[in-house]
């Protein structure tokens, strides 16, 4: 099975960007579609983004729309999660998602999870 590692969290102010990665090892993520999700403190898990590995159709929340743009990089086998003008609200555990089907923000319909990655907005 596919395994991933995220990366790219950290600490911004409100207004400002990050981008997540997330590298597939183990296996290609083919046939999967590929999604992010967050979860913050005391709620639970939430679909962000999603891209549908074969041709990078987008899929997003619309939470995010037209701030988060979510690719992908057959090569290297990574997707990548450019997040700008990040609110407070942002502010969650990360996680990436590997899932037969497309499009869908549904938890049930992502089989693997990486271990996820923090980012914090805050003055």
């Known amino acids: 099975q596919p395994q991933f590692v995220e990366s790219g969290g950290g600490v911004v102010q409100p207004g400002g960007s990050l981008r997540l990665s997330c590298a597939a090892s183990?296996?290609?993520?083919?046939?999967?579609?590929m999604g992010w999700f967050r979860q913050a403190p005391g709620k639970e898990r939430e679909f962000v983004a999603a891209?549908?590995?074969?041709?990078?159709?987008?899929y997003y929340a619309d939470s995010v729309k037209g701030r988060f743009t979510i690719t992908r990089d057959n090569a290297k086998n990574t997707v990548y999660l450019q997040m700008n003008s990040l609110k407070p609200e942002d502010t969650a555990v990360y996680y990436c998602?590997?899932?037969?089907?497309?499009?869908?923000?549904?938890?049930?319909?992502?089989?693997?999870w990486g271990q996820g990655t923090q980012v914090t907005v805050s003055s």
């Open positions: 183990g296996r290609t993520f083919s046939p999967y579609h």
């Open positions: 998602a590997a899932g037969g089907r497309f499009p869908t923000g549904s938890r049930e319909d992502y089989n693997y």
């Open positions: 891209i549908r590995w074969s041709d990078g159709t987008p």
